[in-house]
């Protein structure tokens, strides 16, 4: 049989699912397979699932009961309606998320099941984190710009990675931005404790980053990466992840540069609260061994 997966938003919530029906998935020795409803008129975020080889395959049956549908749009414009949607868990071989902590009921759930949710913890599927990390860092099709940057950043002995988030967290209340503050606060914990080496920053909104005072350093330390309109947003999260350090934006595309390339050596700061939402729990978010800063 199959475990179904319907993923929402960017690609690192995508990913957040995907390795959670990808280990129950492996667990059960069975298929893994994506239903695409979802980004049926999605004005935000295209499918990128894709771009790695992953072990699934996709479909758009309509497999799912009226009641049960939203549209992707539907759940971006109003914020990610995450936040406080109780439905049912289990029902009709479906595993709907009802909180943001980590469920143990996910990892019984029968082949056969739809998951739907976030799932925004590494407990999820960290007892298959070697395969899912194999998975991921495998891109269908790499552009030359990535292959060539992926080389140039390997070459150098140490390099630190920073990922500022704007784009819709801007005009979204409940997710809150990572202010200057935070940024030069991890700046100063990074290069107290480790020798960061140059500073990479990545970003959706690359102008925005540009003017945050905690980055405006001396060029022989700071780059601006600008990928080119070929390259996926994959390889920008796998470039990040070769990091030496990080320093995240409260952003699941940055959370997944940090586990995928995350080792014992690896300093990786992030900020707190995660969103503006007191609903919001993070208890299960972060690995213990991420240090966190204050986002305001």
């Known amino acids: 049989m199959t475990i179904y997966i319907e993923p929402l938003g960017?690609?690192?919530n995508q990913l957040f699912v995907y390795a959670t029906g990808r280990a129950r998935a492996i667990d059960l020795n069975t298929d893994l397979q994506v239903d695409l409803r979802?980004?049926?008129n999605y004005e935000w975020h295209n499918?990128?699932?894709?771009?790695?080889?992953?072990?699934?395959?996709i479909s758009e049956s309509a497999r799912f009961p009226k009641e049960l549908i939203r549209r992707g749009s539907d759940w971006s414009r109003r914020g990610f309606r995450r936040i406080g949607m109780k439905p049912r868990f289990g029902s009709q071989n479906y595993a709907i998320e009802e909180s943001t902590v980590f469920d143990t009921r996910i990892n019984k759930i029968p082949d056969g099941t739809t998951i739907r949710g976030y799932f925004q913890s590494h407990l999820y599927f960290d007892r298959h984190a070697a395969a899912i990390r194999e998975e991921v860092r495998n891109p269908v099709n790499p552009?030359?710009?990535?292959l060539e940057t992926f080389d140039a950043l390997n070459a150098l002995p140490v390099w630190s990675?920073?990922?500022v988030r704007r784009g819709n967290y801007v005009g979204l209340s409940n997710m809150g931005l990572a202010q200057d503050d935070y940024y030069s606060r991890a700046l100063r914990l990074l290069r107290l404790n480790v020798n960061s080496g140059p500073l990479l920053v990545f970003s959706d909104d690359i102008e925005a980053a540009k003017s945050m005072a905690a980055l405006q350093l001396t060029p022989s330390l700071i780059q601006f990466i600008e990928p080119p309109s070929e390259s996926s947003p994959l390889e920008s999260l796998l470039l990040m992840s070769s990091a030496h350090n990080l320093i995240t934006a409260n952003s699941s595309f940055s959370w997944w540069s940090a586990w995928i390339g995350d080792n014992e050596d690896r300093m990786?700061?992030?900020p707190r609260p995660w969103l503006d939402d007191p609903n919001f729990n993070e208890r299960d978010l972060l690995p213990p061994n991420w240090i966190t800063l204050g986002r305001a």
Not at 143 to 146: E, V
């Open 143 to 146: 552009s030359h710009w990535f």
């Open 10 to 12: 960017g690609l690192g």
């Open 161 to 163: 990675a920073i990922h």
């Open 268 to 270: 990786v700061i992030c």
């Open 38 to 40: 979802n980004f049926r």
């Open 47 to 57: 499918f990128e699932l894709q771009t790695f080889h992953s072990q699934l395959s």
